[in-house]
């Protein structure tokens, strides 16, 4: 039976955690944040102690970063001498889709298992404004898209980023599209009180995407599977 790691970057009691739970066979551990961590990159802890709460012998809350996370069940002996077949991280209450890479917390979780030899794929979901995720629907595609994965030939030295779209009717098919990570920029706004403080305010759907590319894909309607090289 195949070990499988899983973690995130919303944290350990997230719902989209709960859903990848649910969508995988396999002998599953979980080591996530004690809480959200999201958009926190790659971000690891070397000065400081890094405290753990075991809810049980196969589920970790660590009081440190998603990377940290990994470190810790590949190679800082948190679940003993286990060895993981694989490292799934989300799925992540919101698109990672182009250069969202960079920022993501639950796709640097995948890259850092990437880094330490393990195969490993983030899963993320897009969400549109005002509308909630069905999160059955969520682990279904999950399931699906994971044993397509699983039977694919892969270099070692890179990861997989999946992105979820949000379905916009019930019945919807919903069709995977290999593709590559848009290199547009994300829009970004900045509110100031005209002092000395600023706010973030850019609209996520607002971004364009290269044709072919995850965001166009995921956008319309499609799972973006893109493969990242290290």
């Not at 996530?32 to 990159?41: I, K, L, M, Y």
């Not at 909630?132 to 595609?141: G, K, R, V, Y």
């Not at 994965?149 to 919903?174: F, S, T, Y």
């Amino acid at each position: 039976m195949m070990k499988l790691l899983l973690t995130n970057d919303d944290g350990i009691d997230a719902a989209g955690l709960a859903a990848l739970e649910t969508a995988i066979r396999g002998e599953v551990y979980v080591a996530a944040p004690h809480r959200q961590r999201s958009e926190c990159g790659h971000q690891v802890t070397t000065r400081d102690r890094i405290v753990v709460t075991r809810r049980n012998e196969t589920r970790v809350a660590v009081h440190g970063t998603p990377v940290d996370c990994v470190r810790l069940a590949l190679r800082g002996g948190l679940f003993g001498s286990v060895s993981f077949d694989w490292v799934l991280s989300g799925i992540n209450e919101g698109g990672n889709l182009g250069v969202d890479v960079y920022i993501s917390g639950t796709v640097a979780a995948a890259r850092e298992a990437a880094i330490l030899g393990r195969p490993a794929i983030a899963f993320s979901h897009y969400r549109r404004a005002g509308v909630d995720i069905d999160w059955a629907l969520a682990a279904a595609l999950v399931g699906g898209t994971f044993e397509d994965i699983q039977n694919r030939k892969m270099a070692r030295g890179g990861h997989w980023n999946v992105n979820l779209p949000h379905r916009r009717e019930p019945g919807d098919q919903v069709a995977s599209v290999d593709c590559q990570p848009c290199r547009n920029p994300l829009p970004i706004r900045y509110q100031s009180d005209g002092r000395s403080e600023y706010q973030y305010s850019g609209i996520y759907a607002e971004r364009v995407g290269e044709p072919g590319s995850d965001v166009e894909h995921c956008f319309a309607g499609s799972i973006a599977v893109s493969y990242i090289p290290l």
